[in-house]
C-alpha cells in the first residue's frame, strides 16, 4: 500500500483546510486509516482516525470538535476536514494506514504516508 497525502498549506487561525490521502491498492476497506502529526522537536502524535467501514472515527482530545475524519472507499480516499485551526496545529501531518483494526497506535502502522506541512498563523 503506498499512501500520497496532500491539502497542506499555510492559513491563518480560525482558518480550515481539507487534507486528502490517497492509497494505492485494491484492499483500501480493509484497512483502518489515520492521520498522525509531527510538530518541530515533538514526537509524532494521533490525532483522528477511522474504521474500514467508517463506522468509528476516535479523535484525540485536542482535536475533537474541530477536526472530522471521512473516508470514500470507491475512491481510496481518506480526508481530514480541519476547522477552527490553531497555531499550536501547526505540524507535518502523516497519513497512516492499519490492516484490519483501528489506526490509533503509531507503533502498530503498517505503512505511513509522506507527510503534509500544516502552517497556521497566529
Do not use: H
Request: charged fraction near 20%; glycine fraction near 10%; aromatic fraction near 12%.
Amino acid at each position: 500500500v503506498q499512501l500520497q497525502a496532500s491539502g497542506g498549506g499555510l492559513v491563518q487561525a480560525g482558518g480550515s483546510l481539507r487534507l486528502s490521502c490517497v492509497a494505492s491498492g485494491r484492499t483500501f476497506s480493509s484497512y483502518s486509516m489515520g492521520w498522525f502529526r509531527q510538530a518541530p522537536g515533538k514526537e509524532r502524535e494521533f490525532v483522528a482516525a477511522i474504521s474500514g467501514n467508517g463506522d468509528s472515527t476516535p479523535y484525540a482530545n485536542s482535536v475533537k470538535d474541530r477536526f472530522t475524519i471521512s473516508r470514500d472507499n470507491a475512491k481510496n480516499t481518506v480526508y481530514l476536514q480541519m476547522n477552527s485551526l490553531k497555531p499550536e496545529d501547526t505540524a507535518v501531518y502523516y497519513c497512516a494506514a492499519r490492516y484490519r483494526y483501528i489506526a490509533t497506535m503509531k507503533d502498530s502502522i503498517n505503512y505511513w504516508g509522506k507527510g503534509t506541512l500544516v502552517t497556521v498563523s497566529s
